[in-house]
């Protein structure tokens, strides 16, 4: 592992859930426009974005977010997806999916994946909450799509997992 200040983990986490906060509850708001939050609804993530993507990132979204304008794109299409029940500090991304029966296949090809397909899976456990009116942690989710590092990429997956494993109910206990 490299050598990490852990202030600035911290720190680095703490600014990221306060920012999914705040747009999680700008999308959740009934004052969010209904043709803006359709539109983030019907965006297609790999692909060009809508102009209300780029009005809600120039107003919403931190510096920057331009350089990983993919992963934005999924976390807000997600985010509309799952409205009004979007985010909940309190239920992290493995417990809900254990709670919820997430497939531990799922689950492993979600850990294991990358890039594009990354984006894909998490959209699909997006759906998959959404259609269980189930909010989560959607700081989970974002560090899964905007983390680069290895160490802590490698820190959330074994974050997830344990909180997967911690809360599944064994179907033969």
Known sequence: M?????????????????????????????????????ALKRMDPSGAPPLSFYRFAFRHLPRYWETRRKAWQAI??????????????DMPLGKVLAAERYSEARLERLLAAEGETLRTLVLRAVRFLAAKKQ?????DIAGLLLTREADRQEDLHMRIAGDYY????????
């Open 2 to 38: 490299q050598n990490r200040q852990p202030e600035a983990d911290e720190e680095v986490a703490k600014s990221l859930a306060s920012v999914i906060g705040s747009i999680s509850g700008i999308i959740a708001s009934e004052n969010f426009s209904n043709s803006d939050r359709a």
């Open 76 to 89: 807000l299409h997600g985010m509309a997806l799952m409205s009004p029940r979007i985010h909940r500090p």
């Open 135 to 139: 909010p989560t942690n959607w700081t």
């Open 166 to 173: 911690k809360n599944l109910k064994d179907k033969e206990q």
